[in-house]
């Protein structure tokens, strides 16, 4: 199974500010033949089911804020939240789909300083 | 606007079954079903996500995690786009919230979670 770590586990940000979390996985999450990521960022705020933010690593999914964006390749990824906003209070999970099991990261809880 | 709509809360005793329904409006199996599976992720209290398995929506394969093998069924009525997942021999360590989720399927090769049910609380305890 792939395993996925996050870093760090808790952040605390103040409005306005930027908010970088890291995600690593065990083996190379691109494929060769078409050069794409199997990462996803997901948003949980508290007491809802997550939300899909970014797939394919660096892709916002639609009606998804460009506050937010991914990057990275390979085993490294970041998820980066521009301008932190108060409804950006939450837990966020990264999660590979290059294989299954499909695996999440155990999560960064986001809050504000 | 795609909607998954999950059952309500369960109590069961330790050795029982749970079976929790997944009804999708805004997109039906029958139409969508080439391009999205279901699958289905829990989280026990204060703790993580964790992958359960999946049903392709392609051919109507399925792949349940290994720790839950032998445990675990997940089935699609396509007539009434209602996806179901029954667990058995439940034990205290199933205590969580199940989620389904509709995923994004690549000639049935299973990529991100794109929309996601309410959840449901499915508490285990004697």
């Known amino acids: 199974d792939i395993v996925m770590t996050q870093s760090p586990d808790s952040l605390a940000v103040s409005l306005g500010e930027r908010a970088t979390i890291n995600c690593k996985s065990s083996?190379?999450?691109?494929?060769?033949?078409?050069?794409?990521?199997?990462l996803a960022w997901y948003q949980q705020r508290p007491g809802q089911p997550p939300k899909l933010l970014i797939y394919?690593?660096?892709t916002r999914e639609s009606g998804v804020p460009d506050r937010f964006s991914g990057s990275g390749s390979g085993t490294d990824f970041s998820l980066t939240i521009s301008s932190l906003q108060a409804e950006d209070v939450a837990v966020y999970f990264c999660?590979?789909?290059?294989?299954?099991?499909?695996?999440f990261g155990p999560g960064t809880k986001v809050h504000v300083k | 606007q795609v909607q998954l709509v999950q059952s309500g809360a369960e109590v069961k005793r330790p050795g029982a079954s749970v079976k929790v329904s997944c009804k999708a409006s805004?997109?039906?199996?029958?139409?969508?079903?080439?391009?999205?599976?279901i699958t289905w992720v829990r989280q026990a209290p204060g703790q993580g996500l964790e992958w359960m398995g999946w049903?392709?929506?392609?051919?109507?394969?399925?792949n349940y995690a290994q720790n839950l093998q032998g445990r675990v069924i997940m089935t699609t009525d396509t007539s009434t786009s209602t996806a179901y997942m029954e667990l058995r021999s439940l034990t205290s360590d199933d205590t969580g919230v199940y989620f389904c989720?509709?995923?994004?399927?690549?000639?049935?090769?299973?990529?991100?979670?794109?929309?996601w049910g309410q959840g449901t609380l499915v508490t285990v305890s004697s």
């Open positions: 805004g997109y039906t199996f029958e139409e969508y079903g080439f391009n999205y599976g």
């Open positions: 989720a509709r995923v994004k399927e690549e000639y049935g090769d299973p990529h991100w979670f794109d929309s």
């Open positions: 394919w690593a660096s």
């Open positions: 083996q190379s999450l691109l494929y060769n033949s078409n050069k794409k990521n199997y």
């Open positions: 049903i392709s929506g392609y051919n109507d394969n399925t």
């Open positions: 999660q590979q789909y290059y294989s299954t099991p499909h695996t």
